[in-house]
């Protein structure tokens, strides 16, 4: 019986790169699944007509990638795994700031994407899912009004809202990422948190957001997104000047300040009647 080759002979010259990509090629592809084995080193470099030092290039480059464990012993070998999501965040973050991206260019990307995720989760979300962005928010907004927030406690809760809203589009595109922006490159918004004189006003800020989402009330929404990153703007630029930020020198906006902020619309008013699927 004739063997069934799954590879072609490697190209002369980039045998290594070549037998990479015709690996990468068929995992994407799904001739080999999460958790199976790949063929093992002396039937590749059969079908590759190859090498063992060329095929062993070619599996750091798929291990360097995330997309194959090597296991060692006598069921070991080369496996295929999921691609993880803090290795896409990691090499992202590392990418931009190895290219010294500015933060601008960083924050006209995120309230691009903040603006469609929110007109999204307006359309597609439930009204379960719009009560409980809200009620995430009023507890952000108590977080900060203690006199020593839980920093740690504020940053996790800010980035399960923001992949919540991301879920809420109905789209994974949006929360994969969402999620690798919050793990790599998050650290702008906590110069919000981290400043005490933007930090209650951006926590109220995120509740009227999610109240606007609730109310399916687009306009609304996006005018507090958009002076979330009016105040980031303005707290990143008087960081770099070395500016000490009071109260009153943050951009103006009708927000709710203190105790009441939490209270400005009954719990069972924060969602219009027609929210929600």
Not at 52 to 59: D, N, P, Y
Not at 130 to 149: F, H, N, S
Not at 170 to 188: C, D, K, T, Y
Not at 256 to 276: F, K, L, M, R, Y
């Amino acid at each position: 019986m004739t063997e069934e080759f799954i590879f072609s002979p490697a190209q002369v010259g980039r045998a290594g790169e070549d037998v990479a990509l015709q690996i990468e090629a068929a995992i994407l592809n799904g001739k080999f699944q999460p958790g199976e084995r790949l063929p093992s080193e002396r039937d590749l470099q059969r079908q590759f007509h190859t090498g063992r030092g060329v095929i062993r290039e070619a599996m750091g480059a798929l291990k360097q990638k995330g997309l194959i464990e090597i296991k060692k012993g006598a069921k070991g070998g080369a496996v295929v795994k999921n691609v993880e999501m803090h290795l896409v965040s990691e090499s992202l973050a590392l990418f931009l700031k190895q290219r010294r991206v500015e933060a601008q260019y960083l924050i006209e990307v995120r309230e691009s994407m903040d603006r469609t995720i929110t007109n999204l989760a307006i359309a597609r979300a439930t009204a379960e899912e719009k009560a409980g962005l809200v009620e995430g928010a009023k507890k952000l907004v108590r977080l900060l009004q203690a006199q020593e927030p839980d920093m740690v406690a504020v940053f996790e809760l800010d980035r399960e809202l923001n992949l919540l809203l991301a879920r809420m589009t109905r789209n994974p595109v949006f929360e994969w990422i969402m999620r690798a922006m919050q793990s790599g490159l998050a650290s702008h918004d906590h110069s919000l948190y981290d400043d005490p004189a933007y930090r209650e006003r951006t926590g109220v800020n995120w509740l009227q957001t999610a109240r606007g989402i609730a109310r399916g009330e687009p306009l609304q929404a996006l005018s507090f997104i958009g002076y979330h990153y009016v105040m980031l703007r303005d707290c990143l630029a008087k960081a770099r000047m070395g500016d000490q930020t009071t109260a009153d020198d943050i951009p103006r906006y009708p927000l709710e300040i203190g105790p009441a902020a939490t209270q400005g619309v009954p719990d069972n008013g924060d969602v219009a009647a027609s929210g929600g699927k």
